[in-house]
């Protein structure tokens, strides 16, 4: 049987049957002694007695063979949490025969296949990173030179209104094609996590009236007002300038679906230990089935007008947001407007306002 390749069963089921004869001979003997003297009722009690110190006594036997079971069984516990904590080295000790081992061995096997395919991904994610910053930096000299060439051909066709519109037209496809290749390095290079977040208390309120004048002068032209409201001590532990990154694709994003007259609302507020930081504006909105397709890389929705987006500026702040320990989430309603709201963890409520940031791996 399966069951006897493991030594210490083999050893208890011995041990049981020794006691069993033992005291089974104990009690024979016993009964022969008290017979001859004519005394069964001291044999009864005698083979009684008997029995409960056999019972006793596998009882203990049990208890102790138990209690090493339940030990083993909590060191390779400890052992699985330590992996999956990231300890990828941790294994549990499986020297004996027997199935409880064979079991250890088989988790022990499928923590070294795991490995093995994270090392792969890992390597995957790394290789992709490389040749798309391989290819962005080829990309940049051609789009120099034609950005370059762009500008000349609108200086030479001043009075070519045609040319004038076709180049402007030029300049805008040239942008979305920059645009295009620094999100693609961005967001592989959170993916291959070869991004170190290194995080700062910054004053909220300077941040976001940072990201209110990147976009300034385009709200400004196409007729659009971007409003600021919250508190001027909160303070948040991120790395600024990705954490501008994703707020200034959130708001471009809501500067992409409002209106002329429109209004692009940023707004932070400290609730118990949260920081919660919304950004709505009175857009277009975004139809109940693109809701949950949003936050997809070059998500594209059927329903939408938009023909300048790429489908990156939303899962690449998700990405950054989530580097940070924060959420993200979005409420809409066609022809009412969105709503993103970003919640970071704070350290505890009313001390600094400063959150937990967990940096990227390398």
């Not at 976001?208 to 004048?213: A, I, L, Y």
Request: net charge negative; charged share 25%; glycine share 6%.
């Amino acid at each position: 049987m399966k069951l006897f390749a493991d030594r210490k069963i083999r050893a208890l089921f011995y041990k049981i049957l020794f006691f069993a004869a033992a005291f089974s001979g104990i009690s024979a003997g016993g009964i022969v002694y008290f017979g001859k003297r004519d005394a069964p009722e001291y044999a009864a009690y005698f083979v009684l007695a008997c029995s409960l110190c056999m019972i006793l006594t596998i009882i203990v036997k049990l208890l102790v063979y138990f209690r090493e079971q339940n030990r083993i069984i909590e060191e390779a516990a400890a052992q699985v949490r330590e992996y999956m904590a990231g300890s990828q080295e941790s294994r549990i000790a499986c020297y004996e025969e027997g199935e409880l081992y064979r079991l250890f061995h088989e988790v022990n096997s499928l923590a070294a296949i795991l490995n093995a395919h994270t090392e792969k991904e890992r390597k995957a994610r790394v290789f992709l990173k490389d040749t798309i910053s391989d290819i962005s930096h080829q990309l940049k000299t051609p789009l120099a030179a034609l950005n370059i060439y762009n500008g000349i051909l609108q200086d030479e066709a001043q009075d070519a209104p045609a040319i004038q519109e076709f180049t402007a037209l030029s300049e805008q496809e040239l942008d979305r094609i920059e645009t295009l290749v620094q999100n693609l390095l961005k967001i592989t290079k959170l993916d291959a996590g070869t991004i170190v977040m290194e995080c700062h208390p910054e004053n909220v309120a300077d941040m976001m009236e940072d990201v209110r004048k990147h976009f300034a002068f385009r709200a400004e032209r196409e007729g659009k007002e971007i409003r600021l409201s919250g508190g001027r001590e909160s303070t948040l532990l991120c790395d600024r300038t990705w954490m501008m990154e994703a707020v200034g694709n959130i708001v471009k994003n809501a500067l992409d679906h409002t209106k002329a007259g429109g209004l692009i609302q940023i707004e932070w507020k400290e609730q118990a230990s949260v920081l919660r930081l919304t950004v709505r504006d009175n857009g277009s909105g975004v139809h109940t089935e693109d809701l949950y397709h949003i936050f997809k890389r070059f998500y594209r929705s059927r329903f939408s007008k938009d023909t300048q987006g790429i489908g990156l500026g939303l899962p690449l702040a998700k990405s950054v947001i989530e580097a940070h320990n924060g959420t993200i989430e979005v409420d809409s309603m066609e022809g009412a407007g969105t709503t993103f709201v970003l919640n970071f963890m704070l350290e505890s409520a009313g001390s600094d306002s400063i959150s937990v940031c967990k940096p990227t791996k390398l």
